[in-house]
């Protein structure tokens, strides 16, 4: 990666230069299009209605109330799947929906490492891991969850470390061997 980074700053030093302008206008946050600026306006918005938010689909209606005096942008999603779901349907959706998060994460780990499984389930595994785990990194900066082809994908690979579980007996005694 270093590597990687060098030979764009030897080669295209403009490409450089354009994501380091990109990062420090979003870091001062004055922007209104920054993720800072949406972010404080879903704070207000979750501030204001926190248990049932403002309804599905309505944060685009809901935004011009909240967003930082001067700013004319309108936003459907606030780039942060957390800070959106409790802007749709409030605090306690958020809570379940890091629930679901954390029962997965440590449905995984349990398996990956469990000592008696072979090698083929437990790749399966961590392969659904490290996607799962890109996935909830790009969902702090965008609103991934919200996008249904990429929601999808997630829960077809939440589906696909299941079917790596059921591939793997764990006791003799199931319902095939009676």
Same mark, same amino acid.
Do not use: Q
């Given at each position: ?89 409030? !605090?306690?959706?958020?809570? =379940?929906?890091?629930?679901?998060? +954390? /029962?997965?994460?440590?449905?995984? @780990? $349990?398996?990956? #490492? ?37 929601? !999808?994908?997630?829960?077809? =690979?939440?589906?696909?470390?299941? +079917? /790596?579980?059921?591939?793997?007996? @764990? $006791?003799?005694? #199931?319902?095939?061997?009676?």
């Amino acid at each position: 990666m270093a590597g990687l980074l060098i030979c764009i700053w030897f080669f295209v030093p403009g490409i450089l230069s354009r994501h380091i302008n990109e990062m420090e206008t979003e870091l001062k946050g004055t922007y209104a299009g920054s993720r800072f600026a949406i972010w404080r306006s879903a704070g207000r918005m979750i501030e204001d209605n926190p248990v049932f938010g403002v309804g599905p689909g309505n944060i685009g209606r809901a935004y011009p109330d909240y967003r930082d005096p001067g700013s004319n942008r309108v936003y459907t999603h606030v780039h942060n799947d957390i800070l959106n779901i409790a802007c749709h349907t409030g !605090i306690p959706s958020v809570l =379940l929906y890091l629930g679901i998060w +954390a /029962a997965i994460f440590w449905k995984i @780990r $349990k398996f990956i #490492t469990d000592r008696s499984i072979n090698a083929l389930p437990k790749s399966v595994a961590a392969g659904v891991l490290l996607a799962s785990v890109v996935f909830w990194v790009t969902s702090l900066y965008e609103a991934s969850f919200d996008d249904l082809e990429i929601r !999808i994908l997630l829960i077809s =690979l939440w589906g696909l470390f299941y +079917a /790596a579980m059921a591939y793997v007996k @764990r $006791k003799p005694k #199931t319902a095939d061997y009676i």
